[in-house]
């Protein structure tokens, strides 16, 4: 089955701009987490959302949002983009059912700003 | 959730057994045992999961001490395509679907040579 899928897969903004990152989870997962990876930070949980609701967050400015659709889908957005906010996005999917509690994570998003 | 220690990198010959080691001294009762690689500017891959017993999948082995203090994960016949950051994390296995939030540390550089 389709792995868990993240468009763009690279994205140049400038400082200031806005951007909207999604991600398509495998089908039948229901959790959805982001993540930012980043040379010197290393790979950093930004949110989860299950069934549209966020259920947990990561110490990131509330410039960071997310959300999550009726279908699973799930879109980040970072607002007034800073030059610290270049990174690698990912986007995990997990199934949510008792045991399977292994995430499957995407190919990422890169993003400069410039 | 509990942390880890694992060296910042190793190497290993192909062909031979990559044995990469993680510490978790302070790891609770209802914690598992995760591990995660991940290929240069690839998402994170799951590889295997333990709670007290051995574990062994079609991609590695799970060893966990006794004391459930430290862990290793054993690569068979590890080729070049193995060289990855390899990452041990410790967290509780929700069931229901409830918090899948992923701590990552800095993880270990495994550099399999010719």
């Not at chain 2, 070049?80 to 993880?107: P, Q």
């Amino acid at each position: 089955k389709a792995g868990v899928t993240q468009t763009p897969r690279y994205l140049i903004k400038t400082r200031g701009q806005q951007v909207t990152l999604s991600c398509s989870p495998i089908s039948g997962h229901r959790s959805v987490s982001w993540y930012q990876q980043t040379p010197g930070q290393g790979l950093q949980f930004l949110f989860e959302y299950f069934s549209e609701t966020q259920r947990n967050k990561g110490n990131f400015p509330g410039r960071f949002s997310g959300r999550q659709f009726s279908n699973s889908r799930s879109e980040m957005n970072v607002s007034t983009l800073e030059l610290g906010d270049s990174a690698l996005y990912l986007c995990a999917s997990s199934s949510g059912r008792t045991g399977k509690t292994e995430a499957s994570f995407g190919q990422g998003t890169r993003l400069t700003v410039v | 959730d509990a942390k880890t220690t694992q060296p910042p990198s190793m190497d290993c010959a192909e062909g031979r057994a990559a044995n990469l080691p993680c510490n978790h001294s302070t790891i609770s009762g209802n914690e598992y045992v995760y591990w995660y690689r991940q290929i240069h500017s690839q998402g994170p891959q799951y590889i295997i999961h333990g709670l007290k017993n051995n574990e062994t999948n079609e991609m590695a082995s799970l060893i966990i001490t006794e004391d459930r203090k430290s862990s290793t994960l054993i690569q068979p016949h590890a080729t070049l395509r193995d060289t990855a950051v390899y990452y041990c994390i410790v967290r509780v296995a929700n069931s229901g679907g409830s918090n899948y939030k992923l701590t990552f540390g800095k993880g270990t550089l495994l550099t399999v040579n010719p």
